[in-house]
Each structure stands twice: as structure tokens, then as C-alpha cells.
């Protein structure tokens, strides 16, 4: 995967250097360097906890452009489930899928259709692989880059069936070039996502060697037009195509009801996924689990960044649309997916990679040499894990001198120790020479002051840091 391009842009006017996204990070891949915040691109999986706490609104999540659908003959939007979540349930679904079309799309094709098929799909697969549990979902690009990063031995638990979105505009193409004998090279399907993780996917796909989706929308950028128009569209009496399982895939729980496993786990935020797989890995997790939903953001996707609605209400509104949606599949659906199950059409194409950003050298030697070095650092540093110094943790300082990125001035309690070092050995030296003239006196006279106000120099924060260190070393 390409961790170049993310989908978070750092606003450096609107950063003040404040440490709260340093220490919200579950992969330690901000620093704060001369006032200002730095994304290390191999660490970010794109979970966009930097974007919930920073109170100066400095991360900002992007998606595609809307223009970019012009690019193409026929269009396609292909809303996520949690569009339901949205807008008051005075509206029907189908009058939400109008109201987006409307917006510039030839076509609507939901996502829930898509998600369906994938329950099925899920569970034939384990049904066909039991004793190689426990399987983990790949619905969510954050949770898979988690995984990829921070606990590379896991990747052979993700479930290689391609996620609803990627089905959805597949299937999406394979109806459309068919019925209106339109080359697929010629239609565009755009995902109206509700997190910038997804957008990612689209670009960098993980299971893929190329995306079926030709590009995503963020969905709060779109919302304000839509509810403009949902007044405008009239009651539609066509049902919506998706079931009640296809709906729910959007939020905590939804998952596991469509895959129907006997024996699963449903787990959402990003810190208690972070602990569930600590867990996995040390060995400490029940065998009796089968399959693990995974979601990255609180409440599932309801609860993404580029969502408007709470989450909390929006799960409300779900459970109220669920008697506007089918209750199941049919007998011939079912049968006709898992055929084409048989047949590899939900399967990825490659396998998902280890990504281990977090190991400190390639040359497993020289990491070693590495955290030889680290340790001895960290045992000099003062363990406050304040995060005056631009980094989460003591131990992330340490690594960051160890590999060279980083010095022990960082460290403010460090750089108080050096300063009050020099100030004492100045007076020592001014002591040494008479004060034979008033100038010299004065000299002697700032070289105490220096001292006294060395150890009163309080642990500081962003860029009055930055300065008083430049002041005091000068």
C-alpha cells in the first residue's frame, strides 16, 4: 500500500503545537517539531483521532472533487448505509437515493445490495475455513492498516473478501455495461464515504491490484444539498433493493448479523481494537471466537468523520428505517451469491502485506543496536511523558534520538539540566576573576541571576517553547 497519499491534510496556520493529537495517536505518528504537528505518513492508518481532538481544527479530512464525474459518460454514486442515519425518518429511503442522484449522477446503486452479498459470502468462507479462526473483518481500511502496522503477524486473519463498496461498484458496472451496452471503461462509480480512511482505499487499495470505484466523496460536503432537496422529491413508492442486513452494516453489531456466526466478537474505537489485538497476538484469546467485526470509529461508520448526524441518533434512526427495508434475501438471491462465491467473484485478488512502520530499522542488527541505545536514553530521561518535547512518550523520544531524528534538548527537563550546567560553571569562572571594575561586577552579577532563573524555569508547551529554549541556549 502506498502511504503517501492520505486523505488528512495538516492545516500548519491553524496548528499551535497543543500535544493532544500526539497523545491520541494509537501508532505514535505525530510529532510536534518547532510548534507545529508532522504526520509521519509510514505510521498513519488514517483513524482520525487527530481530527476529533484537536480543538484548533487543525487535521482536515479530504476526499475527491465533484467535478471529477464529468470525466465519464455515465455515473454512479453508490451512497453507504449510513446516508439512512442522516436525515429524519420522515423521509423514506427512497426518496434519500432520489435526492442524491439528483445531484449530478446518472444512476444510484446501493451499497447495501453489496453488503448483503458479502454476509453470504462471509460465511461460506467460514464455513469452508473453521479451524483457522479467528477471522478478522476487512470492511474498514483503518482497522487493516492497524493491523498492517502495529500487528503485522495478524494479517493472515484478515478475511480476504473484498469489502462492500468494492462489490457494490463492480456489481454496479457489470449491470449498467450490460443492460445499457456501455463499456466499463465508461462509467464512473463515485462512494459517497463517510470517513477519510475510505477515500484512502479507493486510491491504495489493499485487496485489489486496481479499484472498481473511481473516486469518493466525502458525504458532509453533499449533505447541506441534499436536504435542500429531499422536500422536493416526492413520496417514492419503489421499495429499496437492500435487506434489513444490508442497512445495519454500518454500524456496531450490523456485521455479525449478516455473517449470523454462532460464535463472534463486536468490537468499534480504535484504542479498544488496539487491545483486543495485543491480546490475539500474545496468545491470551479464546479459540472458540470465529469471526471479529472490527470498527474503527465508535458506533461504526454512523460515527465517521465526515458524517453530520450524532452517531448515537443516527443509530436511532437506523432501527426506525428497518421496516422500510426487506427482511432477508431470497432463496434464489442467496443461491445465485453463493455461486458466484463458487466462482471467486468476491475474493480479493492478492494478499494483504505486512506493513511494520514501527520497527526501527530493516536491518534486524542494527534495530537491535537501536533499542540497545533507546534503553539506555529513556533510563536518562525523566519519565513525565509531559510531551513538552514534540513526541507522546519518553520511550518515543528515546527511539526517535536513538534513530537520529531527534536530540536530548528536545527534552525540556533535559535542556533546563544543561542550562542550569552552564550557568553554574559561568559563576564559577566569574568568581575567579576580582571584580576589579563595576562592569566586571555586573558580569558576575547576571551570571547568578542566569543560575537562579535556570531553576525556575517551568516545563513550557508549542512555540513559547520552542523560543524560551532559542533564548536560553543563546
Known amino acids: 500500500m502506498n502511504y503517501k497519499s492520505l486523505s488528512i491534510f495538516l492545516d500548519k496556520k491553524g496548528c499551535k503545537g497543543c500535544t493532544n493529537c500526539i497523545k491520541r495517536c494509537p501508532t505514535e505518528a505525530i510529532r510536534v517539531r518547532n510548534g507545529k504537528a508532522k504526520i509521519f505518513t509510514s505510521r498513519c492508518i488514517e483513524c482520525c483521532e487527530c ?10 479530512p479530504q476526499a475527491d472533487k465533484r467535478e471529477n464525474i464529468k470525466q465519464f459518460k455515465y455515473t454512479v454514486v453508490l451512497p453507504d448505509p449510513a446516508v439512512f442515519g442522516q436525515f429524519r425518518a420522515k423521509y423514506t429511503p427512497r426518496q434519500i437515493l432520489v435526492a442524491i442522484a439528483a445531484l449530478g449522477f446518472d444512476n444510484v446503486y446501493e451499497v447495501g445490495r453489496a453488503a448483503d452479498a458479502v454476509g453470504v459470502a462471509l460465511q461460506e468462507f467460514i464455513k469452508e475455513n473453521k479451524s483457522g479462526g479467528p477471522w478478522i473483518s476487512s470492511a474498514c481500511p ?16 484478515i478475511l480476504p473478501i473484498l469489502s462492500p463498496i468494492e462489490v457494490a461498484a463492480r456489481q454496479a458496472k457489470d449491470e449498467i455495461s450490460q443492460r445499457l451496452g456501455i463499456s466499463r471503461e465508461e462509467i464512473g462509480c463515485f462512494y459517497l464515504a463517510p470517513c477519510p480512511s475510505q477515500v484512502t482505499a479507493v486510491k491504495s487499495p489493499y485487496h485489489l491490484e486496481h479499484s472498481h470505484i473511481d473516486g469518493a466523496l466525502s458525504f458532509s460536503s453533499l449533505y447541506s444539498e441534499i436536504r435542500d432537496l429531499l422536500p422536493k422529491i416526492k413520496n417514492q413508492d419503489e421499495p429499496v433493493k437492500a435487506t434489513v442486513y444490508g442497512l445495519n452494516w454500518c454500524r456496531t453489531g450490523g456485521q455479525t448479523m449478516a455473517v449470523r456466526s454462532e460464535y463472534y466478537l463486536a468490537v468499534d474505537g480504535i484504542h479498544n481494537l ?93 534495530a537491535i543496536d537501536v533499542v540497545e541505545q533507546a534503553e539506555k536514553i529513556l533510563s536518562q530521561l525523566p519519565g513525565l511523558d509531559c510531551g513538552s518535547c514534540g513526541c507522546p512518550t519518553c520511550r518515543i523520544l528515546a527511539e526517535d534520538i536513538a534513530c537520529g531524528i531527534a536530540t536530548e534538548m528536545d527534552c525540556f527537563s533535559k535542556l533546563r539540566e544543561h542550562v542550569q550546567f552552564l550557568a553554574e560553571q559561568m559563576l564559577d569562572l566569574a568568581l575567579k576573576v576580582p571584580p576589579v571594575t563595576p562592569v566586571q561586577y555586573q558580569i558576575m552579577h547576571t551570571q547568578r541571576e542566569v543560575l537562579k532563573f535556570a531553576k525556575r524555569v517551568p516545563p513550557a508547551l508549542g512555540k513559547k517553547s520552542q523560543k524560551k529554549k532559542e533564548r536560553l541556549v543563546e
Do not use: W
Not at 51 to 60: D, E, L, T, V
Not at 304 to 311: A, D, I
Not at 320 to 340: N, S
Open 51 to 60: 481530527i476529533r481532538i484537536c480543538p484548533h481544527f487543525a487535521p482536515i
Open 142 to 157: 483503518a482497522v487493516v492498516r492497524l493491523i498492517q502496522v502495529r500487528f503485522p503477524t495478524l494479517t493472515e486473519q
Open 274 to 366: 488496539y487491545k483486543l489485538f495485543e491480546e490475539i497476538e500474545l496468545g491470551k484469546f479464546s479459540n472458540n471466537i470465529n469471526f471479529i467485526e472490527c470498527q474503527c470509529c465508535q458506533g461504526g461508520c454512523v460515527g465517521g468523520p465526515f458524517t453530520v448526524e450524532n452517531p448515537f441518533v443516527a443509530r436511532v434512526l437506523l432501527r426506525l428505517r428497518q421496516t422500510q427495508f426487506r427482511p432477508k434475501l431470497d432463496a434464489g438471491e442467496v443461491q445465485e451469491i453463493q455461486d458466484r462465491y463458487q466462482q471467486g467473484y468476491y475474493r480479493a485478488e492478492k494478499k494483504i502485506k505486512p506493513f511494520p512502520a514501527m520497527s526501527l530499522s530493516k536491518n534486524m542488527a542494527k
